[in-house]
C-alpha cells in the first residue's frame, strides 16, 4: 500500500465540527471515497500528477517493449508497421496490457476518515508514485496518481461544509 500525506487543514477544522456535533461521518467519507477513486483513475488517462503536471512520456526501450507483445508490430524489414505505430501512438504511461495498476484503486472509509488504495500490494506501484530506479539499474520516471488536485480539495472542502450545515 502506498500512503501519501496530504495538508487537509481547511477540511479538518470542518470534520472535527461534525465529530464534535456527534455527526456520523460515515456517508461523507463514502462519498468523499467514491469521488476521489474517480479522480485518481481518471489521471492515468489524461496522464497528469494531481498538481497538474504531465507525466513523463514512456522510454523507447518501453514502446519496444509493448509493441514486441503484439503480433504485426514490426515488418519483416525490422521497422514498426503502421499498426504498430498506432499501438505506439495509444500507449500511455502506467497503462499496460493488464491495466491492473489503474483499475485497482479503491477506497476504504469509516466514521472518521477514507483512504484511498492503490494496487492492491502491486510490486510496482511505489515505484510509479515516487520514482527510482529498477531491474537492471533502469531510472523511473516518478509520475505521482495517488494524492489531491486543487479540484479535489475544493470538492471535499465544499462537501465537507454542506454536511456540515445539513
Given at each position: ?13 470542518l470534520?472535527r ?15 468523499l ?61 502506467l ?9 485497482e ?29 529498477a ?24 462537501r ?7
Amino acid at each position: 500500500m502506498i500512503k501519501a500525506e496530504i495538508d487537509m487543514s481547511q477540511a479538518n477544522a470542518l470534520f472535527r465540527k461534525l465529530v464534535e456535533r456527534g455527526t456520523n461521518l460515515t456517508p461523507l467519507m463514502q462519498d468523499l471515497g467514491e469521488y476521489l477513486t474517480e479522480t485518481t483513475k481518471q489521471r492515468f488517462q489524461t496522464s497528469t500528477a494531481p498538481d497538474g503536471s504531465r507525466w513523463e512520456p514512456n522510454a523507447p526501450a518501453t514502446y519496444l517493449a509493448y509493441l514486441g507483445a503484439f503480433k504485426g508490430s514490426f515488418g519483416k524489414s525490422g521497422r514498426i508497421t503502421k499498426g504498430g505505430a498506432g499501438r505506439a501512438m495509444g500507449k500511455k504511461p502506467l497503462i499496460g496490457e493488464t491495466r491492473r495498476l489503474s483499475s485497482e484503486i479503491h477506497y476504504r472509509a469509516d466514521a472518521q476518515s477514507v483512504e484511498i488504495r492503490s494496487g492492491s500490494g502491486l510490486d510496482y506501484s511505489a515505484i510509479h508514485q515516487f520514482g527510482g530506479t529498477a531491474g537492471r539499474g533502469v531510472k523511473i520516471p516518478a509520475r505521482p496518481y495517488l494524492g489531491l488536485s486543487a479540484e479535489d480539495q475544493d470538492f471535499i472542502n465544499e462537501r465537507a461544509a454542506a454536511y456540515l450545515t445539513d
